[in-house]
């Protein structure tokens, strides 16, 4: 089961009353944060060549022609390049398929401790560092500025959240299970550790590796639970490199929808959207690009691409929309869709372009919204098309506004 279908599966089991603290896990940032560590766990590689690992002690070398997942432990203070930070998935990859790559000609030597790595490497705090999407890479001293030092027991950790040592050590919670009363069962930590980065799963139920280790190999150990302050608003980007489950993408081929063709038009805006994970499915295996869209589904993507200095509420914008369009939770037309993603930017005038619709007139109440969208390119406007406003929007329009509006900035008021 995937990570987002698990989180749907905890909110709509989860007891009257647990969906609160659930809701954390579920935000599209942190499903996104989980995806950003999956792309440094998750990577697969075969090294060309004998690659020397940290300290160069035999359990932590690479050999050639062998099957490796995750990116090698190294601190490449000196020599070398942090992945993903220096440099990206697609040419970590390109280096180990290459002989003459410095990754078998020569070693990477921490500057502080001396130690030869991987020349392209990662250590446990770049990991969480990109993991929250963070501007640059911070040291077990840095990333508590981030975050928020929580008292408590094992408990209260929440996807999403770091288990720190200042000037040690750090790991991450990627992953939970819970039981029907919302009480936590099971536990993913992923961290960068030698020989490469892994993840690990502690459970109620396993005499080896149960819950209460957390307390003795973390808690007592002086580990403290910091709970990153922008979780919510990590972004993500699919690279096809670490073709992820769940990601849709036409250049690698990765599409977990039998219903969506590569080469459609709304394909890419598909893509993006479910992607960043302000979309799912409608079933594991289907999107329904050309189903209505309803207008709180819209609403709740709007919030997501809108800008916050100028997003208006959820309550504020459902209020305008019934005011507007009348009742809640139906179908969106074509000028309503277009309407809302208007007043979610703060209802901005047009700048006094022509009109190019024949069948849109701007004394319409979602008329200066229509020629606005048009204005900023985010819908297309032939002079003289049509725009169709009494049309059902599908959920691919909806894709596809929100794309357009991410790919071509706002020109704010």
Same mark, same amino acid.
């Given at each position: 089961?995937?990570?987002?279908?698990?989180?749907?599966?905890?909110? !709509?089991?989860?007891?009257? &009353?647990?969906?609160?603290?659930?809701? $954390?896990?579920?935000?599209?940032?942190?499903?996104?944060?989980?995806?950003?560590?999956?792309?440094?766990?998750?990577? %697969?590689?075969? $090294?060309? @060549?004998?690659?020397?690992? *940290?300290?160069? /002690?035999?359990?932590?070398?690479?050999?050639?022609?062998?099957?490796?997942?995750?990116?090698?432990?190294?601190?490449?203070?000196?020599?070398?390049?942090?992945?993903?930070?220096?440099?990206?998935?697609?040419?970590? =990859? #390109?280096?180990?398929?290459?002989?003459?790559?410095?990754?078998?000609?020569?070693?990477?030597?921490?500057?502080?401790?001396?130690?030869?790595?991987?020349?392209?490497?990662? !250590?446990?705090?770049?990991?969480?560092? *990109?993991?929250?999407?963070?501007?640059?890479?911070?040291?077990?001293?840095?990333?508590?500025?981030?975050?928020?030092?929580?008292?408590?027991?094992? !408990?209260?950790?929440?996807?999403?959240?770091?288990?720190?040592?200042?000037?040690?050590?750090?790991?991450?919670?990627?992953?939970?299970?819970?039981?029907?009363?919302?009480?936590?069962? @099971?536990?993913?930590?992923?961290?960068?550790?030698?020989?490469?980065? #892994? %993840?690990?799963?502690?459970?109620?139920?396993?005499? !080896?590796?149960?819950?209460?280790?957390?307390?003795?190999?973390?808690?007592?150990?002086?580990?403290?639970?910091?709970?990153?302050?922008?979780?919510?608003?990590? &972004?993500?980007?699919?690279?096809?490199?670490? $073709?992820?489950? @769940?990601?849709?993408?036409? /250049?690698?081929?990765?599409?977990?929808?039998?219903?969506?063709?590569?080469?459609? *038009?709304?394909?890419?805006?598909?893509?993006?959207?479910?992607?960043?994970?302000?979309?799912? @499915?409608?079933? +594991?295996? /289907?999107?329904?690009?050309?189903?209505?869209?309803?207008?709180?589904?819209?609403?709740?993507?709007?919030?997501?691409? +809108?800008?916050?200095?100028?997003?208006?509420?959820?309550?504020?914008?459902?209020?305008?929309?019934?005011?507007?369009?009348?009742?809640?939770?139906?179908?969106?037309?074509?000028?309503?869709?277009?309407?809302?993603?208007?007043?979610?930017?703060?209802?901005?005038?047009?700048?006094?372009?022509?009109?190019?619709? /024949?069948?849109?007139?701007?004394?319409? +109440?979602?008329?200066?919204?229509?020629? *606005?969208?048009?204005?900023?390119?985010?819908?297309?406007? $032939?002079?003289?098309?049509?725009?169709?406003?009494?049309?059902?929007?599908?959920?691919?329009?909806?894709?596809? =506004?929100?794309?357009?509006?991410?790919?071509?900035?706002?020109?704010?008021?």
């Amino acid at each position: 089961m995937t990570f987002w279908h698990w989180c749907k599966e905890r909110i !709509e089991t989860a007891p009257d &009353g647990a969906t609160g603290e659930l809701h $954390p896990v579920l935000s599209s940032g942190v499903r996104n944060l989980v995806k950003r560590a999956r792309q440094i766990t998750d990577i %697969r590689w075969t $090294p060309v @060549g004998e690659i020397v690992g *940290w300290k160069d /002690r035999e359990a932590n070398l690479f050999h050639a022609g062998t099957a490796y997942s995750g990116i090698p432990y190294g601190q490449p203070h000196r020599s070398g390049s942090y992945v993903p930070w220096q440099t990206d998935f697609p040419e970590f =990859l #390109r280096q180990v398929r290459d002989p003459n790559s410095p990754m078998f000609s020569q070693r990477s030597v921490s500057q502080i401790q001396r130690n030869p790595s991987a020349f392209y490497s990662c !250590e446990c705090s770049a990991f969480v560092s *990109w993991a929250w999407g963070l501007k640059q890479r911070e040291t077990t001293l840095t990333l508590e500025r981030f975050g928020t030092v929580l008292k408590g027991g094992w !408990e209260i950790l929440q996807v999403g959240d770091c288990l720190l040592r200042e000037g040690k050590h750090c790991v991450l919670v990627t992953d939970m299970t819970l039981d029907p009363s919302g009480a936590i069962t @099971g536990l993913e930590l992923s961290e960068e550790r030698q020989p490469t980065a #892994r %993840r690990r799963w502690y459970r109620a139920s396993d005499p !080896e590796r149960p819950l209460s280790a957390l307390q003795t190999d973390y808690l007592e150990r002086g580990y403290v639970i910091l709970r990153f302050r922008g979780r919510d608003g990590v &972004g993500y980007l699919h690279s096809c490199a670490v $073709p992820l489950e @769940g990601d849709l993408c036409p /250049r690698c081929g990765c599409n977990p929808f039998c219903d969506v063709r590569l080469d459609a *038009w709304y394909t890419p805006a598909v893509a993006f959207v479910c992607n960043q994970s302000w979309m799912t @499915g409608t079933a +594991a295996d /289907r999107f329904e690009p050309e189903k209505p869209i309803s207008r709180d589904t819209l609403i709740d993507l709007l919030q997501m691409c +809108a800008a916050p200095s100028v997003r208006n509420n959820k309550d504020a914008l459902s209020a305008a929309a019934r005011k507007q369009f009348g009742g809640s939770g139906q179908t969106c037309t074509r000028a309503e869709l277009v309407s809302l993603l208007w007043q979610a930017f703060g209802r901005p005038r047009a700048n006094g372009a022509p009109n190019p619709f /024949r069948d849109v007139k701007g004394n319409e +109440a979602w008329g200066p919204a229509v020629l *606005w969208a048009a204005e900023q390119e985010i819908i297309d406007a $032939p002079i003289g098309s049509c725009f169709a406003p009494n049309q059902s929007a599908t959920r691919a329009d909806a894709a596809q =506004l929100v794309y357009r509006t991410c790919l071509r900035p706002v020109k704010q008021p």
